[in-house]
Protein backbone atom coordinates (compact mmCIF):
# COMPACT_ATOMS: atom_id res chain seq x y z
CA UNK A 1 0.00 0.00 0.00
CA UNK A 2 1.10 3.22 -0.77
CA UNK A 3 2.50 5.90 1.80
CA UNK A 4 -0.26 8.10 1.02
CA UNK A 5 -3.52 6.36 0.22
CA UNK A 6 -5.76 8.47 -2.55
CA UNK A 7 -8.77 8.48 -4.77
CA UNK A 8 -6.55 6.30 -7.47
CA UNK A 9 -4.73 4.34 -5.29
CA UNK A 10 -6.13 0.77 -5.43
CA UNK A 11 -7.97 1.78 -9.11
CA UNK A 12 -6.99 -1.67 -11.51
CA UNK A 13 -4.77 -0.85 -14.08
CA UNK A 14 -7.37 -0.67 -17.21
CA UNK A 15 -6.86 -2.34 -20.76
CA UNK A 16 -9.55 -0.25 -21.88
CA UNK A 17 -7.90 3.43 -21.17
CA UNK A 18 -5.40 5.49 -22.71
CA UNK A 19 -3.63 8.40 -22.55
CA UNK A 20 -6.74 10.60 -23.57
CA UNK A 21 -9.03 9.03 -21.02
CA UNK A 22 -5.88 9.87 -18.75
CA UNK A 23 -5.72 13.67 -19.72
CA UNK A 24 -9.65 13.60 -19.40
CA UNK A 25 -8.98 12.85 -16.12
CA UNK A 26 -6.67 14.86 -15.20
CA UNK A 27 -8.02 17.90 -16.42
CA UNK A 28 -11.24 17.38 -14.99
CA UNK A 29 -10.19 16.66 -11.96
CA UNK A 30 -9.02 20.12 -11.76
CA UNK A 31 -12.13 21.44 -12.75
CA UNK A 32 -13.93 19.98 -9.77
CA UNK A 33 -11.15 20.77 -7.49
CA UNK A 34 -11.24 24.14 -8.41
CA UNK A 35 -15.19 25.50 -9.25
CA UNK A 36 -16.62 22.59 -7.18
CA UNK A 37 -14.97 20.67 -4.02
CA UNK A 38 -14.57 24.23 -1.99
CA UNK A 39 -18.12 24.67 -2.62
CA UNK A 40 -19.62 21.20 -2.22
CA UNK A 41 -20.55 21.31 1.48
CA UNK A 42 -21.67 24.86 1.29
CA UNK A 43 -23.67 24.12 -1.72
CA UNK A 44 -25.43 20.53 -0.02
CA UNK A 45 -27.15 22.58 3.01
CA UNK A 46 -28.30 25.82 0.93
CA UNK A 47 -29.95 22.95 -1.17
CA UNK A 48 -29.06 23.77 -4.55
CA UNK A 49 -25.95 25.35 -6.52
CA UNK A 50 -25.39 28.22 -8.61
CA UNK A 51 -26.62 28.40 -12.16
CA UNK A 52 -23.55 29.21 -13.59
CA UNK A 53 -21.90 26.39 -12.68
CA UNK A 54 -23.55 25.18 -15.65
CA UNK A 55 -22.21 27.38 -18.28
CA UNK A 56 -18.79 27.11 -16.74
CA UNK A 57 -19.39 23.26 -17.16
CA UNK A 58 -20.75 23.65 -20.66
CA UNK A 59 -17.42 25.85 -21.68
CA UNK A 60 -15.30 22.73 -20.32
CA UNK A 61 -17.29 20.81 -22.32
CA UNK A 62 -18.49 18.79 -19.20
CA UNK A 63 -21.95 19.44 -20.50
CA UNK A 64 -21.55 19.05 -24.04
CA UNK A 65 -19.20 15.55 -23.85
CA UNK A 66 -21.07 12.51 -25.98
CA UNK A 67 -23.42 14.71 -28.32
CA UNK A 68 -23.03 15.49 -31.84
CA UNK A 69 -20.65 18.45 -33.18
CA UNK A 70 -23.62 19.60 -35.01
CA UNK A 71 -25.57 21.00 -31.95
CA UNK A 72 -22.47 22.07 -30.27
CA UNK A 73 -21.67 19.05 -28.39
CA UNK A 74 -18.27 16.99 -28.47
CA UNK A 75 -18.12 13.14 -29.62
CA UNK A 76 -15.11 12.99 -31.87
CA UNK A 77 -12.71 10.62 -30.63
CA UNK A 78 -14.76 10.23 -27.30
CA UNK A 79 -15.99 6.67 -26.07
CA UNK A 80 -17.50 5.14 -23.38
CA UNK A 81 -14.75 5.48 -21.14
CA UNK A 82 -14.47 9.20 -21.17
CA UNK A 83 -17.94 8.68 -19.96
CA UNK A 84 -16.62 6.23 -17.14
CA UNK A 85 -13.96 8.73 -16.23
CA UNK A 86 -16.69 11.25 -15.60
CA UNK A 87 -19.31 9.74 -13.31
CA UNK A 88 -16.07 8.41 -11.25
CA UNK A 89 -14.49 12.09 -11.26
CA UNK A 90 -17.61 13.65 -10.36
CA UNK A 91 -18.58 11.56 -7.76
CA UNK A 92 -15.04 12.87 -5.87
CA UNK A 93 -16.98 15.47 -5.14
CA UNK A 94 -18.81 13.58 -2.25
CA UNK A 95 -22.05 15.53 -3.09
CA UNK A 96 -23.98 13.44 -5.53
CA UNK A 97 -26.95 16.17 -5.40
CA UNK A 98 -24.88 18.67 -7.22
CA UNK A 99 -24.19 16.16 -9.93
CA UNK A 100 -27.31 14.91 -10.56
CA UNK A 101 -29.01 18.24 -11.15
CA UNK A 102 -25.23 19.54 -12.75
CA UNK A 103 -25.84 16.56 -15.96
CA UNK A 104 -29.86 15.64 -15.44
CA UNK A 105 -29.56 16.55 -19.32
CA UNK A 106 -27.74 13.26 -19.43
CA UNK A 107 -30.84 11.57 -19.29
CA UNK A 108 -33.58 14.35 -20.57
CA UNK A 109 -31.81 14.70 -23.88
CA UNK A 110 -30.67 11.32 -25.44
CA UNK A 111 -34.72 10.52 -26.22
CA UNK A 112 -34.89 13.39 -28.27
CA UNK A 113 -31.22 12.71 -29.98
CA UNK A 114 -32.26 8.82 -30.51
CA UNK A 115 -35.96 9.49 -31.86
CA UNK A 116 -36.83 12.98 -31.95
CA UNK A 117 -37.03 14.87 -35.45
CA UNK A 118 -34.13 17.15 -36.83
CA UNK A 119 -36.52 19.83 -36.47
CA UNK A 120 -36.77 19.33 -32.34
CA UNK A 121 -33.37 18.08 -31.74
CA UNK A 122 -31.59 22.09 -33.35
CA UNK A 123 -34.28 23.68 -31.48
CA UNK A 124 -33.36 22.23 -28.05
CA UNK A 125 -30.03 20.45 -27.84
CA UNK A 126 -27.80 23.62 -28.53
CA UNK A 127 -29.17 25.64 -25.43
CA UNK A 128 -29.00 22.78 -23.13
CA UNK A 129 -25.31 21.78 -24.17
CA UNK A 130 -24.59 25.42 -24.05
CA UNK A 131 -25.74 25.39 -20.59
CA UNK A 132 -28.52 28.02 -20.95
CA UNK A 133 -31.51 25.54 -21.24
CA UNK A 134 -32.03 22.73 -18.47
CA UNK A 135 -34.23 19.46 -19.71
CA UNK A 136 -35.59 16.64 -17.32
CA UNK A 137 -36.78 13.27 -17.59
CA UNK A 138 -40.00 12.87 -16.14
CA UNK A 139 -41.13 9.45 -16.51
CA UNK A 140 -42.21 7.84 -12.47
CA UNK A 141 -45.52 9.02 -11.71
CA UNK A 142 -47.52 8.88 -7.82
CA UNK A 143 -48.33 5.21 -9.13
CA UNK A 144 -45.84 4.13 -11.22
CA UNK A 145 -42.24 4.36 -10.98
CA UNK A 146 -40.44 1.14 -12.27
CA UNK A 147 -43.38 -0.39 -13.29
CA UNK A 148 -43.21 1.97 -16.71
CA UNK A 149 -46.02 0.46 -18.47
CA UNK A 150 -48.77 1.50 -15.81
CA UNK A 151 -47.91 4.88 -16.26
CA UNK A 152 -51.17 7.00 -16.08
CA UNK A 153 -50.94 11.25 -17.17
CA UNK A 154 -52.85 10.75 -20.75
CA UNK A 155 -52.22 13.14 -23.77
CA UNK A 156 -55.21 12.96 -25.78
CA UNK A 157 -55.31 14.59 -29.20
CA UNK A 158 -56.63 17.29 -29.90
CA UNK A 159 -56.25 19.06 -33.80
CA UNK A 160 -52.38 20.31 -33.59
CA UNK A 161 -52.30 19.54 -29.91
CA UNK A 162 -52.46 17.08 -27.19
CA UNK A 163 -54.08 18.24 -24.07
CA UNK A 164 -52.05 16.59 -21.08
CA UNK A 165 -53.31 15.48 -17.94
CA UNK A 166 -51.67 14.11 -14.79
CA UNK A 167 -48.29 13.91 -12.38
CA UNK A 168 -44.87 13.08 -12.37
CA UNK A 169 -43.05 12.20 -8.98
CA UNK A 170 -39.08 12.26 -7.77
CA UNK A 171 -38.03 14.36 -10.89
CA UNK A 172 -34.04 15.24 -10.79
CA UNK A 173 -33.69 18.97 -11.85
CA UNK A 174 -38.10 19.19 -11.87
CA UNK A 175 -38.03 22.75 -10.48
CA UNK A 176 -35.17 24.50 -12.44
CA UNK A 177 -36.21 22.38 -15.90
CA UNK A 178 -37.31 24.22 -18.85
CA UNK A 179 -38.61 21.14 -20.69
CA UNK A 180 -39.61 17.44 -19.82
CA UNK A 181 -39.39 14.49 -21.60
CA UNK A 182 -42.28 13.38 -20.53
CA UNK A 183 -44.12 9.46 -20.43
CA UNK A 184 -47.89 10.02 -21.32
CA UNK A 185 -50.40 7.69 -22.31
CA UNK A 186 -51.79 8.26 -25.91
CA UNK A 187 -52.93 4.66 -26.32
CA UNK A 188 -54.96 1.74 -24.66
CA UNK A 189 -53.26 0.03 -21.21
CA UNK A 190 -50.01 -1.47 -21.45
CA UNK A 191 -46.54 -0.09 -22.69
CA UNK A 192 -47.66 -0.21 -26.13
CA UNK A 193 -49.57 3.23 -25.14
CA UNK A 194 -47.07 4.95 -24.33
CA UNK A 195 -45.31 7.78 -26.17
CA UNK A 196 -42.82 10.22 -25.39
CA UNK A 197 -44.08 14.43 -25.16
CA UNK A 198 -41.72 16.86 -24.90
CA UNK A 199 -43.54 19.69 -22.54
CA UNK A 200 -42.04 23.02 -22.07
CA UNK A 201 -42.08 23.93 -17.82
CA UNK A 202 -43.62 27.71 -18.39
CA UNK A 203 -46.73 26.04 -20.60
CA UNK A 204 -49.91 27.15 -19.28
CA UNK A 205 -51.48 24.13 -16.99
CA UNK A 206 -47.53 23.04 -15.59
CA UNK A 207 -46.99 23.77 -11.72
CA UNK A 208 -44.54 22.20 -9.88
CA UNK A 209 -43.73 21.72 -6.30
CA UNK A 210 -39.87 21.12 -4.47
CA UNK A 211 -39.53 17.70 -2.35
CA UNK A 212 -37.28 17.26 0.40
CA UNK A 213 -35.04 14.28 0.52
CA UNK A 214 -33.00 12.03 2.53
CA UNK A 215 -29.85 13.18 0.61
CA UNK A 216 -28.89 14.88 -2.77
CA UNK A 217 -29.50 18.04 -0.89
CA UNK A 218 -28.06 20.20 -3.77
CA UNK A 219 -30.31 18.49 -6.24
CA UNK A 220 -33.92 20.36 -6.91
CA UNK A 221 -36.06 17.23 -7.11
CA UNK A 222 -39.55 18.40 -7.77
CA UNK A 223 -43.61 17.07 -8.60
CA UNK A 224 -44.91 18.01 -11.32
CA UNK A 225 -48.72 18.97 -11.91
CA UNK A 226 -50.23 18.61 -15.60
CA UNK A 227 -53.83 20.42 -15.55
CA UNK A 228 -54.88 20.31 -19.28
CA UNK A 229 -51.77 21.47 -20.66
CA UNK A 230 -52.21 22.08 -24.64
CA UNK A 231 -48.76 20.85 -26.14
CA UNK A 232 -47.67 21.02 -29.84
CA UNK A 233 -48.15 17.68 -31.48
CA UNK A 234 -45.30 18.65 -33.09
CA UNK A 235 -43.29 17.98 -29.49
CA UNK A 236 -43.94 14.58 -30.39
CA UNK A 237 -40.65 12.55 -29.38
CA UNK A 238 -40.78 10.30 -31.62
CA UNK A 239 -43.67 8.15 -32.96
CA UNK A 240 -46.80 7.94 -31.16
CA UNK A 241 -47.40 4.68 -28.54
CA UNK A 242 -44.12 3.71 -29.38
CA UNK A 243 -42.29 5.85 -26.18
CA UNK A 244 -41.45 2.89 -24.66
CA UNK A 245 -38.47 1.09 -26.50
CA UNK A 246 -37.26 5.04 -26.08
CA UNK A 247 -37.73 5.38 -22.18
CA UNK A 248 -35.80 1.60 -22.25
CA UNK A 249 -32.89 2.16 -24.36
CA UNK A 250 -32.26 5.43 -22.09
CA UNK A 251 -32.08 3.28 -18.79
CA UNK A 252 -29.32 0.83 -20.02
CA UNK A 253 -27.24 3.92 -21.27
CA UNK A 254 -28.16 5.45 -17.44
CA UNK A 255 -27.24 2.62 -15.18
CA UNK A 256 -23.58 2.25 -16.88
CA UNK A 257 -23.07 5.82 -15.74
CA UNK A 258 -25.33 5.59 -12.31
CA UNK A 259 -22.78 2.40 -11.72
CA UNK A 260 -19.46 4.48 -12.50
CA UNK A 261 -20.68 7.26 -9.96
CA UNK A 262 -21.50 4.78 -7.42
CA UNK A 263 -18.48 2.92 -7.90
CA UNK A 264 -16.97 6.38 -7.23
CA UNK A 265 -18.45 7.55 -4.31
CA UNK A 266 -17.53 3.85 -2.90
CA UNK A 267 -13.92 5.03 -3.46
CA UNK A 268 -14.53 8.01 -1.75
CA UNK A 269 -15.66 5.95 1.44
CA UNK A 270 -11.91 3.90 1.04
CA UNK A 271 -10.07 6.90 0.73
CA UNK A 272 -11.47 8.33 3.41
CA UNK A 273 -11.46 5.47 5.72
CA UNK A 274 -7.83 4.20 4.99
CA UNK A 275 -6.69 7.93 5.53
CA UNK A 276 -8.39 8.12 9.10
CA UNK A 277 -7.31 4.47 9.72
CA UNK A 278 -3.76 5.52 9.33
CA UNK A 279 -4.06 8.59 11.78
CA UNK A 280 -6.29 7.74 14.12
CA UNK A 281 -4.77 6.14 17.22
CA UNK A 282 -6.75 3.70 19.62
CA UNK A 283 -5.66 1.64 22.25
CA UNK A 284 -1.88 3.14 21.57
CA UNK A 285 -1.69 2.32 18.34
CA UNK A 286 -3.16 3.27 14.61
CA UNK A 287 -6.80 2.71 13.47
CA UNK A 288 -5.19 0.58 10.72
CA UNK A 289 -3.26 -1.71 12.79
CA UNK A 290 -6.27 -2.99 14.31
CA UNK A 291 -7.04 -6.38 12.41
CA UNK A 292 -11.08 -5.51 12.47
CA UNK A 293 -10.37 -2.22 10.85
CA UNK A 294 -7.64 -3.65 8.12
CA UNK A 295 -10.36 -6.54 7.25
CA UNK A 296 -12.99 -3.91 6.57
CA UNK A 297 -10.72 -2.01 4.21
CA UNK A 298 -9.75 -5.23 2.29
CA UNK A 299 -12.87 -6.18 1.70
CA UNK A 300 -13.52 -2.77 0.48
CA UNK A 301 -10.98 -2.88 -1.98
CA UNK A 302 -12.34 -6.29 -2.96
CA UNK A 303 -15.94 -4.93 -3.75
CA UNK A 304 -14.50 -2.17 -5.30
CA UNK A 305 -12.55 -3.92 -7.54
CA UNK A 306 -14.67 -6.53 -8.50
CA UNK A 307 -17.38 -3.54 -9.65
CA UNK A 308 -13.96 -2.03 -11.54
CA UNK A 309 -14.25 -5.52 -13.17
CA UNK A 310 -17.29 -5.81 -13.90
CA UNK A 311 -18.14 -2.14 -15.16
CA UNK A 312 -15.14 -2.38 -17.70
CA UNK A 313 -16.71 -5.20 -19.27
CA UNK A 314 -19.96 -4.31 -19.51
CA UNK A 315 -19.28 -0.27 -20.50
CA UNK A 316 -16.57 -2.71 -23.32
CA UNK A 317 -19.52 -4.41 -24.51
CA UNK A 318 -21.47 -1.49 -25.06
CA UNK A 319 -18.98 0.27 -26.72
CA UNK A 320 -18.93 -2.78 -29.49
CA UNK A 321 -22.84 -1.92 -29.74
CA UNK A 322 -24.21 -4.85 -27.40
CA UNK A 323 -26.97 -3.96 -25.32
CA UNK A 324 -26.14 -6.22 -22.70
CA UNK A 325 -29.51 -5.42 -20.46
CA UNK A 326 -29.12 -8.34 -18.10
CA UNK A 327 -25.56 -7.38 -17.49
CA UNK A 328 -26.29 -3.38 -17.04
CA UNK A 329 -28.80 -4.54 -14.28
CA UNK A 330 -27.10 -6.49 -12.03
CA UNK A 331 -24.23 -4.39 -12.71
CA UNK A 332 -26.22 -1.30 -11.09
CA UNK A 333 -26.48 -3.78 -8.20
CA UNK A 334 -23.50 -4.71 -8.01
CA UNK A 335 -22.35 -0.99 -7.65
CA UNK A 336 -24.93 0.15 -5.53
CA UNK A 337 -24.36 -2.82 -2.95
CA UNK A 338 -20.36 -1.78 -3.02
CA UNK A 339 -21.47 1.80 -2.52
CA UNK A 340 -23.41 0.57 0.92
CA UNK A 341 -20.92 -1.58 2.17
CA UNK A 342 -18.24 0.78 1.73
CA UNK A 343 -20.32 4.06 3.23
CA UNK A 344 -21.31 1.47 5.94
CA UNK A 345 -17.62 0.84 6.65
CA UNK A 346 -16.11 3.90 5.99
CA UNK A 347 -18.80 5.40 8.95
CA UNK A 348 -18.39 2.81 11.17
CA UNK A 349 -13.62 3.69 10.89
CA UNK A 350 -14.68 7.59 10.78
CA UNK A 351 -17.00 6.97 14.41
CA UNK A 352 -18.00 10.15 15.41
CA UNK A 353 -16.38 12.05 13.53
CA UNK A 354 -17.78 10.92 10.51
CA UNK A 355 -21.28 11.20 11.57
CA UNK A 356 -20.85 14.65 11.79
CA UNK A 357 -22.31 17.21 8.82
CA UNK A 358 -19.94 18.71 6.47
CA UNK A 359 -17.85 16.03 5.58
CA UNK A 360 -18.22 13.44 2.20
CA UNK A 361 -18.86 10.02 3.76
CA UNK A 362 -21.69 11.74 5.81
CA UNK A 363 -22.98 13.12 2.33
CA UNK A 364 -22.58 9.95 0.47
CA UNK A 365 -23.92 7.50 3.38
CA UNK A 366 -27.57 9.97 2.83
CA UNK A 367 -26.85 9.04 -0.50
CA UNK A 368 -26.78 5.33 -0.74
CA UNK A 369 -30.77 4.65 -0.93
CA UNK A 370 -30.88 7.12 -4.30
CA UNK A 371 -28.19 5.19 -5.75
CA UNK A 372 -29.49 1.39 -4.74
CA UNK A 373 -33.71 3.14 -5.76
CA UNK A 374 -33.44 5.61 -8.75
CA UNK A 375 -32.34 4.28 -12.17
CA UNK A 376 -34.05 1.19 -11.25
CA UNK A 377 -34.22 -0.72 -7.82
CA UNK A 378 -32.14 -3.06 -6.81
CA UNK A 379 -35.22 -5.52 -6.79
CA UNK A 380 -36.22 -4.57 -10.06
CA UNK A 381 -32.95 -4.89 -11.40
CA UNK A 382 -32.53 -8.68 -10.20
CA UNK A 383 -35.38 -9.49 -11.55
CA UNK A 384 -35.03 -7.69 -15.14
CA UNK A 385 -31.66 -9.84 -15.38
CA UNK A 386 -33.57 -12.47 -14.72
CA UNK A 387 -36.32 -12.45 -17.01
CA UNK A 388 -33.84 -11.78 -19.48
CA UNK A 389 -31.92 -14.80 -18.56
CA UNK A 390 -35.07 -16.47 -19.09
CA UNK A 391 -35.73 -17.76 -15.69
CA UNK B 1 6.77 37.11 -30.69
CA UNK B 2 7.60 33.38 -30.19
CA UNK B 3 7.61 31.73 -26.54
CA UNK B 4 9.62 28.53 -25.50
CA UNK B 5 8.71 27.43 -23.05
CA UNK B 6 10.24 23.70 -21.26
CA UNK B 7 8.40 21.51 -19.54
CA UNK B 8 9.21 18.41 -17.06
CA UNK B 9 7.17 15.61 -16.09
CA UNK B 10 7.76 15.01 -12.12
CA UNK B 11 5.97 13.07 -9.46
CA UNK B 12 2.88 14.54 -8.56
CA UNK B 13 2.89 16.86 -6.08
CA UNK B 14 0.62 15.35 -4.25
CA UNK B 15 2.15 12.21 -4.16
CA UNK B 16 4.14 11.33 -0.54
CA UNK B 17 7.82 10.72 -2.42
CA UNK B 18 9.39 7.64 -0.52
CA UNK B 19 13.11 6.39 -0.90
CA UNK B 20 13.94 3.17 -2.24
CA UNK B 21 14.95 0.42 -0.08
CA UNK B 22 18.38 0.44 -2.05
CA UNK B 23 19.02 4.11 -1.25
CA UNK B 24 19.67 4.57 -4.65
CA UNK B 25 16.78 7.50 -5.52
CA UNK B 26 13.13 7.80 -4.73
CA UNK B 27 10.33 5.30 -6.07
CA UNK B 28 8.96 5.73 -9.10
CA UNK B 29 7.60 2.64 -10.34
CA UNK B 30 3.64 3.20 -10.12
CA UNK B 31 3.82 6.51 -9.34
CA UNK B 32 1.56 9.23 -10.31
CA UNK B 33 3.36 11.80 -12.64
CA UNK B 34 2.33 14.87 -13.88
CA UNK B 35 3.58 18.45 -15.22
CA UNK B 36 6.03 20.32 -12.87
CA UNK B 37 3.99 23.25 -10.88
CA UNK B 38 6.07 25.75 -11.99
CA UNK B 39 6.12 24.64 -15.96
CA UNK B 40 2.22 24.79 -15.76
CA UNK B 41 2.60 28.16 -14.09
CA UNK B 42 4.82 29.36 -17.83
CA UNK B 43 2.31 27.22 -20.00
CA UNK B 44 -0.29 29.68 -18.82
CA UNK B 45 1.54 32.30 -18.99
CA UNK B 46 2.55 32.02 -22.36
CA UNK B 47 -0.79 30.90 -23.51
CA UNK B 48 -1.97 34.41 -21.75
CA UNK B 49 0.78 36.41 -23.84
CA UNK B 50 -0.79 34.83 -27.00
CA UNK B 51 -4.37 35.91 -25.83
CA UNK B 52 -3.21 39.10 -25.24
CA UNK B 53 -1.78 39.13 -28.76
CA UNK B 54 1.99 39.53 -28.12
CA UNK B 55 2.55 36.44 -28.29
CA UNK B 56 2.16 34.23 -32.08
CA UNK B 57 3.70 31.12 -31.16
CA UNK B 58 4.11 28.85 -28.20
CA UNK B 59 6.59 26.07 -28.49
CA UNK B 60 6.90 23.73 -25.42
CA UNK B 61 10.56 21.30 -25.30
CA UNK B 62 10.15 18.45 -22.63
CA UNK B 63 13.78 16.26 -22.08
CA UNK B 64 12.64 12.82 -20.62
CA UNK B 65 11.30 9.73 -21.82
CA UNK B 66 8.34 8.70 -24.14
CA UNK B 67 5.89 9.35 -21.51
CA UNK B 68 7.03 13.05 -21.15
CA UNK B 69 4.76 13.09 -24.53
CA UNK B 70 2.18 13.24 -21.78
CA UNK B 71 2.89 16.00 -20.70
CA UNK B 72 4.00 18.14 -23.83
CA UNK B 73 -0.02 17.14 -24.81
CA UNK B 74 -1.21 18.55 -21.61
CA UNK B 75 0.54 22.20 -22.58
CA UNK B 76 -0.72 21.61 -25.76
CA UNK B 77 -4.19 21.27 -24.16
CA UNK B 78 -3.47 24.73 -22.33
CA UNK B 79 -3.23 26.23 -25.67
CA UNK B 80 0.64 25.80 -26.62
CA UNK B 81 1.24 25.59 -29.89
CA UNK B 82 3.27 22.33 -31.03
CA UNK B 83 5.97 20.15 -28.55
CA UNK B 84 9.56 18.98 -28.92
CA UNK B 85 10.13 15.63 -27.22
CA UNK B 86 13.67 15.20 -26.32
CA UNK B 87 13.95 11.76 -25.73
CA UNK B 88 16.16 9.83 -22.90
CA UNK B 89 15.84 7.61 -20.48
CA UNK B 90 19.18 8.43 -18.89
CA UNK B 91 19.46 11.03 -15.67
CA UNK B 92 19.61 14.52 -17.08
CA UNK B 93 21.06 17.69 -14.78
CA UNK B 94 20.52 21.22 -14.96
CA UNK B 95 23.53 21.98 -16.95
CA UNK B 96 23.01 19.20 -19.56
CA UNK B 97 19.09 20.32 -20.01
CA UNK B 98 20.37 24.12 -20.25
CA UNK B 99 22.67 22.76 -22.99
CA UNK B 100 19.84 20.82 -24.74
CA UNK B 101 17.65 23.79 -24.40
CA UNK B 102 20.46 26.47 -25.46
CA UNK B 103 20.30 23.84 -28.81
CA UNK B 104 16.70 24.26 -29.32
CA UNK B 105 16.81 27.69 -28.55
CA UNK B 106 19.30 28.47 -31.50
CA UNK B 107 17.16 26.43 -33.87
CA UNK B 108 13.63 27.95 -32.86
CA UNK B 109 14.88 31.69 -32.14
CA UNK B 110 12.44 32.53 -29.65
CA UNK B 111 11.81 35.76 -28.57
CA UNK B 112 11.37 34.58 -24.94
CA UNK B 113 11.92 31.47 -22.83
CA UNK B 114 9.62 30.97 -20.05
CA UNK B 115 11.29 28.25 -17.54
CA UNK B 116 9.45 27.34 -13.71
CA UNK B 117 12.07 28.72 -11.13
CA UNK B 118 12.54 24.83 -10.02
CA UNK B 119 11.60 21.19 -10.52
CA UNK B 120 9.60 19.93 -7.96
CA UNK B 121 11.82 16.47 -7.78
CA UNK B 122 15.58 17.78 -7.31
CA UNK B 123 14.57 21.68 -6.45
CA UNK B 124 17.55 22.45 -8.07
CA UNK B 125 16.74 26.22 -9.46
CA UNK B 126 20.01 26.04 -11.91
CA UNK B 127 18.42 25.22 -15.40
CA UNK B 128 16.96 28.55 -16.44
CA UNK B 129 20.16 30.67 -14.97
CA UNK B 130 22.46 28.07 -16.76
CA UNK B 131 20.42 28.57 -19.50
CA UNK B 132 20.66 32.45 -20.09
CA UNK B 133 24.52 32.02 -19.59
CA UNK B 134 25.05 29.68 -21.92
CA UNK B 135 22.88 31.93 -24.50
CA UNK B 136 24.11 35.76 -22.96
CA UNK B 137 20.44 36.55 -22.74
CA UNK B 138 19.10 38.64 -19.96
CA UNK B 139 17.33 37.21 -17.65
CA UNK B 140 14.51 37.85 -15.34
CA UNK B 141 14.73 35.41 -12.66
CA UNK B 142 11.31 34.80 -9.95
CA UNK B 143 9.12 36.25 -11.93
CA UNK B 144 5.35 37.48 -10.22
CA UNK B 145 4.60 39.61 -13.29
CA UNK B 146 5.82 39.80 -17.02
CA UNK B 147 5.31 43.00 -18.83
CA UNK B 148 6.12 42.89 -22.59
CA UNK B 149 6.77 45.99 -24.08
CA UNK B 150 8.37 45.89 -27.97
CA UNK B 151 11.62 44.58 -27.37
CA UNK B 152 11.29 44.66 -23.49
CA UNK B 153 10.25 43.03 -20.68
CA UNK B 154 9.24 44.24 -17.64
CA UNK B 155 10.06 41.77 -14.97
CA UNK B 156 9.06 41.82 -11.63
CA UNK B 157 10.81 39.16 -9.28
CA UNK B 158 10.13 38.07 -5.64
CA UNK B 159 12.96 38.72 -3.75
CA UNK B 160 14.41 38.35 0.17
CA UNK B 161 12.83 42.16 1.40
CA UNK B 162 10.20 42.47 -1.09
CA UNK B 163 9.36 42.62 -4.69
CA UNK B 164 11.70 44.31 -7.69
CA UNK B 165 10.89 45.18 -10.97
CA UNK B 166 13.21 44.80 -13.98
CA UNK B 167 13.34 45.94 -17.12
CA UNK B 168 15.58 43.14 -19.34
CA UNK B 169 16.03 43.22 -23.49
CA UNK B 170 14.96 40.30 -25.51
CA UNK B 171 15.68 37.63 -26.41
CA UNK B 172 15.35 36.77 -22.70
CA UNK B 173 15.11 33.89 -20.09
CA UNK B 174 12.61 34.41 -17.44
CA UNK B 175 11.71 32.14 -14.52
CA UNK B 176 8.27 31.77 -13.12
CA UNK B 177 7.33 32.12 -9.54
CA UNK B 178 4.34 30.79 -7.83
CA UNK B 179 2.53 33.59 -7.77
CA UNK B 180 3.29 34.66 -11.45
CA UNK B 181 -0.26 33.12 -11.87
CA UNK B 182 -2.99 30.23 -11.46
CA UNK B 183 -2.60 27.65 -14.24
CA UNK B 184 -6.04 27.14 -15.90
CA UNK B 185 -7.49 23.55 -16.56
CA UNK B 186 -7.43 22.60 -20.06
CA UNK B 187 -11.13 22.08 -21.61
CA UNK B 188 -12.67 19.00 -23.66
CA UNK B 189 -12.53 20.77 -27.11
CA UNK B 190 -8.30 21.81 -26.11
CA UNK B 191 -7.81 18.32 -24.60
CA UNK B 192 -9.27 17.07 -28.35
CA UNK B 193 -7.29 19.59 -30.33
CA UNK B 194 -4.40 18.98 -28.49
CA UNK B 195 -4.07 15.55 -29.93
CA UNK B 196 -3.89 17.15 -33.19
CA UNK B 197 -1.53 19.52 -32.74
CA UNK B 198 2.42 17.98 -33.66
CA UNK B 199 4.99 16.93 -31.87
CA UNK B 200 8.65 16.34 -32.61
CA UNK B 201 10.72 13.79 -31.73
CA UNK B 202 13.96 13.98 -31.21
CA UNK B 203 17.73 12.86 -29.31
CA UNK B 204 19.82 14.64 -27.41
CA UNK B 205 22.51 13.34 -29.83
CA UNK B 206 20.40 15.28 -32.91
CA UNK B 207 21.56 18.29 -30.88
CA UNK B 208 25.72 17.21 -30.58
CA UNK B 209 24.86 17.61 -26.74
CA UNK B 210 26.76 15.28 -23.96
CA UNK B 211 24.55 14.70 -21.32
CA UNK B 212 26.49 12.31 -18.98
CA UNK B 213 25.64 13.37 -15.78
CA UNK B 214 28.75 15.17 -13.90
CA UNK B 215 27.60 14.52 -10.81
CA UNK B 216 27.59 11.02 -8.77
CA UNK B 217 24.51 10.41 -6.45
CA UNK B 218 25.83 8.31 -3.37
CA UNK B 219 22.92 7.89 -1.45
CA UNK B 220 19.35 8.79 -0.70
CA UNK B 221 18.01 8.55 2.65
CA UNK B 222 15.03 10.11 4.49
CA UNK B 223 15.34 12.50 6.56
CA UNK B 224 15.14 11.55 10.38
CA UNK B 225 12.61 10.98 12.33
CA UNK B 226 11.51 13.72 15.16
CA UNK B 227 11.96 12.22 18.28
CA UNK B 228 9.66 12.38 20.81
CA UNK B 229 9.46 15.94 23.54
CA UNK B 230 9.21 15.79 26.96
CA UNK B 231 6.66 18.19 29.43
CA UNK B 232 8.69 20.44 31.99
CA UNK B 233 6.59 21.30 34.97
CA UNK B 234 8.78 24.48 35.84
CA UNK B 235 10.60 27.06 34.43
CA UNK B 236 13.71 26.06 36.67
CA UNK B 237 12.98 22.82 35.24
CA UNK B 238 13.12 24.06 31.58
CA UNK B 239 16.48 25.80 32.15
CA UNK B 240 18.02 22.68 33.64
CA UNK B 241 16.94 20.49 30.46
CA UNK B 242 18.43 22.94 27.87
CA UNK B 243 21.54 22.77 29.56
CA UNK B 244 21.44 19.55 30.19
CA UNK B 245 20.95 19.10 26.52
CA UNK B 246 23.91 22.39 25.92
CA UNK B 247 21.60 24.36 24.32
CA UNK B 248 22.30 26.56 27.06
CA UNK B 249 25.20 28.05 28.61
Redesign the interface.
Same mark, same amino acid.
Given at each position: M &? &??F?F?TTRLPSPFMN??H???R &? =??R? %?VE?EMMPYADEWDEAGGFPEELYKKAS =? %???L??GYPEQYGG?S =???DRFHGIVTSEELARLGAGGVTASLMVHGIGLPPIMAIGSDEMKERIAPPVLNGDKRISLAITEPGAGSDVANISTKAVRDGDHYIVNGSKMFITGGMRAHHFTTAVRTGGEGMRGISLLLIDADAPGVTRTPLKKMGWWASDTAAIYFDDVKVPASNLIGEENQGFIGIVNNFNGERLGMAAGAMGSARVCLEEAVNWAQERKTFGKRLGDHQVIRHKIAEMVRQINATQAYLEICAWRVQNGETPVADLAMLKVQATLTLEFCAREAMQILGGSGYMRGNRVERIYREVRVNAIGGGSEEIMRDLAARQLGI | MKVLVPVKRVVDY???I *?VKSDQSGVELANV?M?MNPFDEISVEEAVRLKEAGKATEIVVVSVGPQQAQ?TI *??AL $?MGADRGILIKTDDTVEPLGVAKLLKAVAEEEKPDLIIVGKQAIDDDCNQTGQMLSALLGWSQGTFASKIDIEGDKAAVTREIDGGLQTIKITMPAVVTSDLRLNEPR?????N??K $??KKPIDTKEPGDYGVDITPRLEVQKVAEPPQREAGIKVETVGELVSKLKEAGVIG
Open positions: &A &AQDDDSHHW &A =ELK %FK =E %FGLRMI =EGL | NVK *RKSE *RT $AYASLPIM $AK
